[in-house]
């Protein structure tokens, strides 16, 4: 596949290096790594600041909406994947202005759990946090599950309402309930034409025949909930209508937004099409269109697709949306310029630790200070479990193309890069450390590692549980079978808190489970292996039922979940080991 890159590694970074340099004027780094971005009159006094953040490769989604009258600062991920929560903490200190912060994005696991931890850092230091999620994509599970829907691009919509609001100089309640009354009152639908193909991976994340369609899809490259053959323009736009007043009122006398979305690759006039026959109808149903956005707004990399977005419209949220909004990405009305933005400005000096010569927030680099497991040694015998994951981490990355293939089918193809990224850091970190490190120190160095090399919901999900089974060992202590067993139980319970799982849930669960019951048996590694395997095998068979998995629904019957033979491919390489 033909890139304008340079290379997949450097892709992110290279982006962001020009957009700061092209919009100098409204864009500023907070962070040495310009992972998170800030608008440039941030922070202000008495303002409340806006935080989302997501991964890259959907603009202008998220950092397209850091501006005047949309957000105050963004964290951003590489290619698909969440940003770290030291970036996500970095960049709510740049733009606290002692009024609080709402974190306003997408219902994605990876960015749920990251931005959870950076909340509690945040409320840690005295400042309050609420949190809005964006869950309007209805394919990606029934009403009565809306919770689990991922966010879409109907969340420009609340982005451009809570942005309004908060320039207005509103409290964070006011602020975080009008966001969340704009978030309940939108859903979206999409369908694709062509796969997404990922910088780093360089192959299409799904296959689609002559003339078929994906029905439903979301913006990380992934299926929809199923395929059916092309429509015509208006077939479509009748579909997606069709399906959105399922849970919209969209009967006379009815006031709406309305965003049709183009996910990348799609010609801007195929757009007007759609809107064309959105209107028609709408106004057929006497239904009226307070507001309208037409364009690429959320993308997936060059995903040829559309979406509609319809936004149930009162009388304050239909103000606010017409509110003026400035951003590099984004223009409305006449936005003060960034010298107008007088006292509590870009050179207030409010939040002084916001990091705003570049360098790193305090305290927001992972592994920092007390407790980050530096290396504490142990009665001084070498530490198997240091050399065995070293070892074992390379056997791993092998497994890194088939993850990717499995995750392109249930989820959005970043496991690869995710376990391959995760590996290389473990053994780095590891290699570093004392070889009479106790087991605590490997295994909280370890799971530090693994979470921020590429952070994503696996990462954050299984570095995050790594950490906290750390603490199942004594100090100074190397692993025995009983620890073993007792961090096994604590990984798999840790994992289920964050991630909200039950077994039978077809997740890594399913097969971390009876792992731990084999080895509390006594069961050797050879017999280890040979339960996760079945586990695997057993799991295939059922319905996804969390994560982006679950987005496929029956379709992902008879398709092995990519997190639970992740486990089964580690526990593989860790038997083969030495020693």
């Known amino acids: 596949m033909r890139k304008i890159i340079n290379t997949p590694e450097g892709f992110v970074d290279e982006v962001l290096d020009g957009i700061l340099l092209a919009h100098p004027d409204q864009l500023r780094a907070a962070t040495q790594d310009r992972r998170a971005l800030v608008r440039s009159d941030a922070p202000k006094a008495g303002r409340v600041g806006i935080v989302t953040g997501g991964g890259s490769g959907h603009l202008p989604f998220f950092l397209g909406y850091v501006g005047r009258g949309l957000c105050s600062a963004v964290a951003v991920g590489n290619v698909f994947s969440s940003p770290s929560a030291a970036q996500i903490h970095a960049a709510s200190r740049a733009v606290n202005g002692g009024a609080g ?14 931005f959870d931890i950076a909340a509690e850092l945040c409320r840690a230091e005295g400042v309050e946090v609420r949190t809005v999620l964006g869950a309007d994509d209805i394919q990606s599970a029934p009403a009565d599950r809306a919770a689990e829907r991922r966010g879409v691009a109907g969340l420009v919509l609340v982005y451009k309402v809570a942005g309004a609001i908060a320039d207005r100089g509103a409290s964070l309640a006011e602020v975080a309930g009008v966001a969340q009354r704009a978030a309940d009152a939108t859903r979206t639908m999409g369908v694709g034409l062509s796969p997404t193909i990922l910088p780093a991976a360089g192959e299409a994340t799904f296959q689609l025949d002559e ?28 579909r997606f209508i069709a399906e959105l007043e399922q849970e919209l009122d969209l009967t006379a006398g009815r006031r709406v937004a309305v965003l049709v979305n183009g996910l990348g690759a799609t010609p801007l006039e195929e757009l007007y099409v759609i809107y064309r026959r959105v209107h028609q109808e709408l106004t ?38 017409h509110d003026p909004a400035g951003s590099p990405f984004f223009q409305q009305g006449s936005a003060p310029l ?12 409010v939040g002084g630790d916001a990091a705003a010569d570049g360098s790193e927030a305090a305290g927001s680099s992972p592994g920092s200070g007390a407790g980050s497991g530096a290396g504490r040694v142990s009665d ?45 850091a473990v053994a780095a970190t590891l290699a570093e450390l004392p070889e009479d490190s106790d087991a605590r120190s490997v295994l909280t160095r370890a799971g530090l590692a693994f979470s921020s090399a590429n952070p994503s919901t696996f990462a954050a999900l299984v570095g995050g549980g790594t950490i906290a089974a750390a603490e199942a060992v004594a100090a100074g202590e190397h692993l025995n079978r009983d620890s073993t067993v ?55 068979e059922w319905q996804s039922r969390r994560g982006r998995a679950a987005w496929q629904q029956e379709r992902s019957i008879g398709q092995r979940d990519p997190g639970a033979v992740a486990i089964l491919r580690f526990i593989e390489a860790l038997a083969s080991t030495d020693g």
Request: negative net charge; proline residues 3%.
């Open 101 to 114: 912060l709402l974190y306003l994005y997408g219902n994605y696991g990876g960015d749920v759990y990251n």
């Open 211 to 238: 003339g078929e369609m994906e029905i439903g899809v979301g913006i990380h490259g992934e299926r929809g909930s199923h395929r059916g053959a092309l429509e015509t323009a208006d077939e479509i736009t009748d």
């Open 284 to 321: 057929q149903r006497g239904v009226e269109i307070g507001y309208r956005l037409v364009g690429e707004y959320v993308t997936s990399l060059e995903m040829a697709g559309a979406s509609l977005s319809i936004m149930q419209l009162d009388e304050q949220l239909e103000e606010l949306l």
């Open 338 to 349: 960034p010298g107008d933005a007088g006292p509590g400005g870009a050179d207030s000096g």
């Open 380 to 424: 001084g015998s070498p530490s198997r479990l240091r050399a065995q994951l070293i070892e074992a981490m390379t056997r791993l990355r092998d497994s890194a193309d088939e993850l990717r293939e499995l995750d392109a089918v249930l989820g959005d193809g970043d496991l690869g890069i995710t376990i391959s990224a995760g590996a290389d």
């Open 486 to 540: 007792a961090v096994v139980e604590e990984l798999g319970a840790r994992i289920a808190e964050r991630g909200g799982a039950q077994p039978g849930d077809k997740t890594l669960l399913d097969v971390l489970i009876p792992v731990q019951l084999a080895l509390a048996a006594g069961a050797d590694a050879d017999a280890v292996r040979e339960v996760a395997d079945r586990a695997v095998a057993e799991s295939a």
